[in-house]
């Protein structure tokens, strides 16, 4: 099958960027409908972002205009680029496969205030 491999994840003050990172290994089929959720601790899983085969995206409400999802071909990888970050997008991102329905490991978003 395939493997997801994340990065990007770490600390950063309100107002600040990153950029998070998915990398497919295997089967890379399974990256033609990919997204981004997101888990605060007490909170439920919600849906941020997703990508096609096409690169047409769609966003969660409390994400446009700030968060961007991109495709890299080459690389098999996808990207969740966060601007203009608030403490409340604190949480656990975790990127998803839906052709095949896996879920990468997660890496973690601290946004400070």
């Known amino acids: 099958q395939v493997q997801l491999v994340e990065s990007g994840g770490g600390s950063v003050q309100a107002g600040g960027s990153l950029r998070l990172s998915c990398a497919a290994f295997g089967h890379t089929y399974c990256m033609n409908d990919m997204s981004w959720y997101r888990q605060a601790p007490g909170k439920e899983r919600e849906f941020v972002s997703a990508?096609?085969?096409?690169?047409?995206?769609s966003y969660a409400d409390s994400v446009k205009g700030r968060f961007t999802t991109s495709q890299d071909n080459a690389k098999n990888t996808v990207y969740l680029q966060m601007n203009s970050l608030k403490p409340e997008d604190t949480a656990m991102y975790y990127c998803?496969?839906?052709?095949?329905?896996?879920w990468g490991q997660g890496t973690q978003v601290t946004v400070s205030s």
């Open positions: 998803k496969t839906n052709v095949c329905q896996r």
């Open positions: 990508i096609d085969l096409y690169g047409r995206t």
